[in-house]
């Protein structure tokens, strides 16, 4: 019996880790919202909090962001990294990611960069994890 629990120990995380990889408890995004680029790069947020339900994320994408909904998480593919937010004082309940993924803007011809997604990512107090 000892020897199950410890083994049992051994997989446990240092920190709790959801089911998408960061701290807290997430079993998945409720959708997400892609905005239009801006700076070089498009953003798509992925709603992950309790406080979310698609619902309220397309209200939330549709009539405060002005953003294009979509019931699915964000892809991860070509993405120049990601950004977990957690607003302070909130728990888990009000976690969001946002994706990061290079794009031209029109008029300066600026293409963004995984340096420039970790500082869009650090002005929202988040935590920056590259692809």
């Known amino acids: 019996m000892l020897a199950v629990l410890t083994a049992g120990l ?3 995380p240092a920190c709790n880790q959801g089911a998408l990889g960061y701290p807290g408890v997430f079993n998945g995004s409720a959708g997400s919202c ?7 790069y ?3 947020e992925d709603y ?3 406080d979310y339900s698609s619902q309220v994320g397309q209200s939330l994408c549709a009539n405060v962001t002005i953003g294009t909904w979509s019931g ?3 892809s ?3 993405a120049l990294g990601s950004c977990l937010v957690a607003p302070i004082g909130t728990g888990d309940s009000q ?3 946002y994706t990061y993924y290079a794009s031209t803007d029109p008029d300066s ?3 963004a960069d995984a340096l420039t997604a970790q500082t869009a990512c650090g002005l929202l107090g988040g935590t920056f994890i590259s692809q």
């Open 10 to 12: 051994l997989l446990v």
């Open 76 to 78: 991860t593919a070509n």
């Open 95 to 97: 976690t969001v990611r």
């Open 109 to 111: 011809g600026i293409t």
């Open 42 to 44: 498009v953003a798509c």
């Open 48 to 50: 992950l909090g309790s």
């Open 34 to 40: 892609t905005y239009p680029e801006t700076g070089g």
């Open 72 to 74: 699915d998480a964000c």
